[in-house]
């Protein structure tokens, strides 16, 4: 009796689950399946294309307050990695080289030939490794908030 009473008290303090959150005013979310996974992605505007890949632990939510601003004079399209929010989470294939294909095959798949990418922390690893396998494809390549390579605290050495 006493561990049901405590079940009971635990479930009802526990807090709702996060509710889904509305579409970014102009834009559409959508999924497409590349590179055998299914990415969740949102899009919108018009000109050309931006893609805003997201950091650890994130998805392409934290791209919200800059999205409508590129929107005026670009196509943002600002996917979930995989493994990460609405995407698929497969067993495998999370080699940054591999995540940078999904992206290639998205941005195709749309119509782009040429992309300007923009990388946060993990998303800075996969933009990288696009840049570095398509550079046919990238217009522009724009990388931040990483450490600096030989630095622990990511402080300049010297």
Same mark, same amino acid.
């Given at each position: 009796?006493? $561990? ?12 709702? +689950? ?6 970014? %005013?102009? !834009?559409?979310? &959508? !999924? %497409? ?7 969740? =992605?949102?899009?919108?505007? &018009? ?9 650890? #632990?994130?998805?392409?939510? $934290? ?13 943002? *399209? ?9 995407? #698929? &989470?497969?067993?495998?294939? =999370? ?7 999904? *992206?290639?095959?998205?941005? /195709?798949?749309?119509? !782009? ?8 922390? *993990?998303?800075?690893?996969?933009? =990288?490794? =696009?840049? #570095?396998?398509? +550079? ?7 990388? $931040? ?9 990511? /402080?300049?050495?010297?």
């Amino acid at each position: 009796m006493l $561990m049901s009473l405590a079940v009971a008290v635990l479930l009802a303090s526990a807090p709702a +689950p996060a509710a889904k959150a509305a579409p970014t %005013a102009g !834009f559409t979310e &959508k !999924f %497409a399946d590349v590179n055998g996974v299914r990415l969740h =992605y949102s899009i919108g505007g &018009k000109g050309p294309a931006v893609v805003l890949l997201h950091g650890f #632990a994130q998805t392409g939510l $934290m791209w919200r307050p800059i999205m409508p601003l590129l929107a005026q004079h670009h196509t943002v *399209i600002v996917p979930d990695l995989r493994g990460a929010g609405d995407s #698929a &989470k497969p067993e495998g294939g =999370y080699d940054k080289k591999n995540m940078a294909v999904d *992206i290639h095959e998205l941005t /195709r798949s749309l119509g !782009f030939d040429r992309v300007s990418v923009v990388g946060h922390d *993990i998303g800075l690893m996969v933009a =990288y490794a =696009y840049a #570095a396998q398509f +550079p046919e494809g990238t217009d522009r390549l724009v990388l $931040m908030d990483a450490f600096l390579p030989g630095s622990v605290t990511g /402080r300049a050495c010297g």
